[in-house]
């Protein structure tokens, strides 16, 4: 078996639809500050209702989302799916037949101390040659494959960072992680922009995975 991976992305700053929207996003759309802020989050959780009904073939604003304890939205019954964000881009990794995480970030200054305080020795080893853009892009590589593995396992940060090994360079894979078996993993990296780096990681257990783009 093949797992397939559907990756969608769309534009936040264009206008979602709030109709869509179960009472409890609708709140939470109310609360953000600014409108900027509560349009992209309309436009990102209506985009990933349109994009589920039409994989499932139902109406997507009698989706019925669960949580679990570390706030990771859910479908009884499947698929797997997971949605991230940067600025005005959102990135939806989808899969019928194994837990999927995705993660994307844009590339910015970052303190050395960041990496000192959240990586494994394994990873701050990678970085310490490196310098400028170098070091910049090998710290968003470790950074959004350590992310969608954790929203893949469904932890999220609630797991700490140090507590596992992803490899820096442009070929991903896990290392180590306690309370798995890496070789049940498989790693994705992404380039949605030069400077917006990203992966994708799926509870693969050795079998072949084709990520598919949509748009």
């Not at 802020?37 to 997507?60: K, M, N």
């Not at 303190?111 to 394994?122: K, L, M, N, Q």
């Not at 442009?170 to 992680?177: G, M, N, Q, V």
Request: hydrophobic fraction near 45%; proline fraction near 7%.
């Amino acid at each position: 078996m093949t797992h397939r991976i559907e990756l969608w992305t769309w534009d936040l700053d264009r206008p979602g639809e709030a109709a869509l929207l179960a009472p409890d996003e609708r709140t939470r759309a109310a609360a953000f500050a600014t409108e900027t802020l509560r349009a992209r989050f309309i436009a990102g959780r209506s985009g990933l209702r349109l994009r589920l009904g039409a994989h499932l073939g139902q109406d997507p604003a009698r989706l019925a989302f669960r949580y679990n304890r570390f706030g990771r939205p859910e479908l009884p019954g499947g698929p797997s799916f997971n949605l991230s964000h940067c600025g005005g881009l959102a990135a939806l990794a989808l899969c019928s037949s194994a837990a999927v995480g995705v993660d994307i970030e844009a590339i910015r200054p970052i303190e050395r101390a960041v990496a000192t305080r959240f990586f494994a020795p394994s990873e701050l080893q990678a970085l310490e040659p490196l310098t400028g853009a170098d070091w910049e892009q090998a710290f968003f590589r470790l950074w959004t494959r350590k992310e969608a593995f954790l929203k893949a396992v469904g932890t999220g940060l609630d797991t700490p960072l140090a507590s596992f090994d992803v490899t820096a360079e442009d070929s991903p894979r896990l290392i180590r992680a306690e309370g798995q078996r890496v070789q049940d993993w498989t790693l994705i990296h992404l380039s949605l922009a030069p400077d917006l780096p990203g992966a994708v990681a799926v509870e693969s257990r050795g079998a072949p995975v084709e990520l598919l783009r949509r748009d």
